[in-house]
């Protein structure tokens, strides 16, 4: 990932990260991108739960890199970690709608619990500014499009709940503690690096998976539900324009993190099989499958990013269509190395 506008060398440089969650999908490319672009000191903290070591290999010898093994959910350890800390990406978070569902009460203890230890810690510990990871499910059952972040309806799932008190949290230490603390709305994030794995695997590494292996992707529903899918590097150069904006009314507020565009989901299975077949033309004849609609899914998800772009300067890159080329060419890479490897 390039250099962002908005975070500088020098800025960078001269910086110290605490990413929470940074073993994950959006908090390993979070440490990727702040040490390859030069920051002084990264720090992450996680307890590989759902994250994973392998995402964070390539710096384990970096000087600038420092883990630390442990739970947000125990406020010592939380305060460890932000020990000299300038800044916080706070990632670490129980995702998914399903999982909440089948578990609320570890949920409530990771996302709730464990985000108020952060609060503290950060609070306690001095940090200038903490960015943390909202969600798009805090729209709940809101059927206005775009969604506008000052108008939301009532949560769907226990995850959405966590996610939306976190914002409440957020807003209070704000007022309360004279913090600086800027939610970003995630939705549908994608890219290279997500796990395709579990049950609780996001959509698109998992259809990408099975069209590789030529198994049908199951869609839920009749494919007619659309989200408004992000890739990565937008949410990274969110992130970097949130950490480091000097603009004062930018802070303390929540932001959409998105692309601005709808694709349903028999769209996104048409993307993907077209961009797959360029590298397996057999591809081509993969059936897709469907099953029973999800419990808590929204039909509809589609962000105004109005409010990103007049506060912050949020310029998104990379379109869906090209992020998913991008995705495409990385998990295919993935297994022709792996294929080269089982071979030796």
Same mark, same amino acid.
């Given at each position: 990932?390039?250099?962002?506008?908005?975070?500088?060398?020098?800025?960078?440089?001269?910086?110290?990260?605490?990413?929470?969650?940074?073993?994950?999908? &959006?908090?390993?490319?979070?440490?990727?991108?702040?040490?390859?672009?030069? $920051?002084?000191?990264?720090?992450?903290?996680?307890?590989?739960?759902?994250?994973?070591?392998?995402?964070?290999?390539?710096?384990?010898?970096?000087?600038?890199?420092?883990?630390?093994?442990?739970?947000?959910?125990?406020?010592?350890?939380?305060?460890?970690?932000?020990?000299?800390?300038?800044?916080?990406?706070?990632?670490?978070?129980?995702?998914?709608?399903?999982?909440? &569902?089948?578990?609320?009460?570890?949920?409530?203890?990771?996302?709730?619990?464990?985000?108020?230890?952060?609060?503290?810690? $950060?609070?306690?510990?001095?940090?200038?500014?903490?960015?943390?990871?909202?969600?798009?499910?805090?729209?709940?059952?809101?059927?206005?499009?775009?969604?506008?972040?000052?108008?939301?309806?009532?949560?769907?799932?226990?995850?959405?709940?966590?996610?939306?008190?976190?914002?409440?949290?957020?807003?209070?230490?704000?007022?309360?503690?004279?913090?600086?603390?800027?939610?970003?709305?995630?939705?549908?994030?994608?890219?290279?690096?997500?796990?395709?794995?579990?049950?609780?695997?996001?959509?698109?590494?998992?259809?990408?998976?099975?069209?590789?292996?030529?198994?049908?992707?199951?869609?839920?529903?009749?494919?007619?539900?659309?989200?408004?899918?992000?890739?990565?590097?937008?949410?990274?150069?969110?992130?970097?324009?949130?950490?480091?904006?000097?603009?004062?009314?930018?802070?303390?507020?929540?932001?959409?993190?998105?692309?601005?565009?709808?694709?349903?989901?028999?769209?996104?299975?048409?993307?993907?099989?077209?961009?797959?077949?360029?590298?397996?033309?057999?591809?081509?004849?993969?059936?897709?499958?469907?099953?029973?609609?999800?419990?808590?899914?929204?039909?509809?998800?589609?962000?105004?990013?109005?409010?990103?772009?007049?506060?912050?300067?949020?310029?998104?890159?990379?379109?869906?269509?090209?992020?998913?080329?991008?995705?495409?060419?990385?998990?295919?890479?993935?297994?022709?190395? $792996?294929?080269?490897?089982?071979?030796?």
């Amino acid at each position: 990932m390039e250099l962002q506008n908005g975070a500088d060398k020098e800025s960078l440089s001269g910086s110290s990260f605490l990413v929470t969650g940074g073993a994950g999908f &959006i908090g390993s490319s979070l440490v990727a991108y702040l040490l390859n672009n030069g $920051a002084r000191r990264v720090r992450v903290l996680d307890n590989f739960s759902t994250g994973f070591r392998s995402n964070l290999d390539e710096f384990s010898s970096h000087p600038g890199f420092e883990l630390i093994e442990g739970d947000i959910r125990d406020l010592q350890t939380c305060r460890d970690a932000a020990k000299g800390m300038r800044f916080v990406f706070h990632e670490a978070a129980l995702g998914s709608v399903p999982r909440s &569902i089948h578990d609320p009460v570890t949920t409530n203890e990771v996302n709730i619990s464990g985000f108020l230890n952060m609060l503290v810690a $950060a609070r306690d510990e001095g940090v200038k500014r903490m960015v943390y990871a909202a969600s798009s499910s805090t729209y709940g059952d809101s059927v206005e499009l775009p969604k506008v972040e000052d108008r939301i309806g009532r949560p769907l799932s226990p995850y959405a709940v966590t996610k939306y008190v976190n914002e409440l949290y957020a807003d209070v230490f704000a007022r309360t503690y004279g913090m600086e603390l800027i939610g970003l709305r995630y939705f549908n994030v994608f890219g290279p690096k997500q796990n395709p794995a579990g049950a609780y695997a996001a959509v698109i590494p998992k259809f990408i998976e099975a069209l590789m292996n030529h198994e049908s992707p199951v869609i839920n529903g009749d494919g007619e539900y659309s989200r408004d899918f992000t890739y990565i590097d937008n949410v990274i150069q969110m992130n970097m324009r949130a950490v480091f904006t000097d603009f004062a009314p930018a802070v303390n507020q929540t932001y959409n993190v998105a692309f601005g565009q709808q694709t349903s989901l028999n769209e996104l299975t048409s993307y993907l099989k077209r961009y797959l077949c360029d590298y397996d033309p057999l591809i081509a004849n993969v059936p897709i499958e469907y099953g029973q609609q999800r419990l808590g899914d929204i039909p509809h998800s589609l962000a105004s990013i109005d409010k990103a772009q007049q506060m912050l300067d949020y310029s998104p890159r990379f379109s869906v269509e090209t992020g998913l080329q991008e995705t495409v060419r990385w998990f295919v890479k993935k297994k022709e190395l $792996a294929t080269i490897q089982q071979a030796v």
